[in-house]
């Protein structure tokens, strides 16, 4: 595969684009509320991407996190649409326009393991069973209360929020 070929010995370049910490998360700072939420817009990543490129840099794999519509994990998998305080579909779609121009390799980080109770299509009984016949919990990620999604539901999920992505006309190579 060209695609694969052209990927060996190529920079990463991993973004985080925004990040909302759930006041159910075992990580929010109720000290520091401010530092709960975070964005940068796929349009201010982009002009540093064209930075990068003005000062050499050819070729990159661009892997962007957090750009789902509540930041870095969170509501998985109920993850659409793009984020809008980062610039929503637009802008998302500009972003990698971008990096197709500048001959970079575009990516997002999307999982089907984490399964959060603030999902949209949440339901207990789509989780994985322990031993004990009881179900995995943790508040440790970003979007809070979580359990792990049954991965006999992953493959429709994926194909949902793809079908979606190339409605809104975003194409990622990965």
């Given amino acids: 595969n060209p695609s694969i070929a052209r990927l060996i010995g190529t920079p990463v370049i991993e973004q985080k684009i925004a990040h909302h910490i759930s006041k159910k998360s075992d990580r929010y700072d109720h000290d520091d509320i ?3 939420n975070s964005v940068l817009s796929f349009a201010d990543f982009a002009e ?3 930075e990068l490129n003005s000062r050499g840099l ?3 794999f661009v892997n962007i996190t957090g750009w789902s519509k509540n930041g870095y994990q969170n509501l998985h998998p109920d993850i659409l649409p793009p984020n809008e305080k980062a610039g929503g579909a637009n802008e998302m779609r500009m972003l990698i326009d971008t990096c197709r121009n500048l001959g970079f390799a575009f990516g997002i980080h999307d999982e089907y393991r984490d399964y959060y109770y603030d999902a949209d299509t949440f339901a207990l009984d789509n989780g994985i069973l322990t031993a004990d016949g009881g179900h995995p919990y ?3 990620s970003c979007g809070g209360p979580k359990t792990v999604l049954c991965s006999s539901f992953a493959p429709d999920y994926v194909r949902r929020n793809c ?3 190339i ?3 975003i194409k990622v190579q990965s």
Avoid: H, P, V
């Fill in 34 to 36: 401010l530092s709960n």
């Fill in 48 to 50: 540093k991407l064209k």
């Fill in 58 to 60: 050819s070729r990159a």
């Fill in 138 to 140: 943790t508040s440790d």
């Fill in 163 to 165: 079908e979606e992505l």
């Fill in 167 to 169: 409605r809104l006309g």
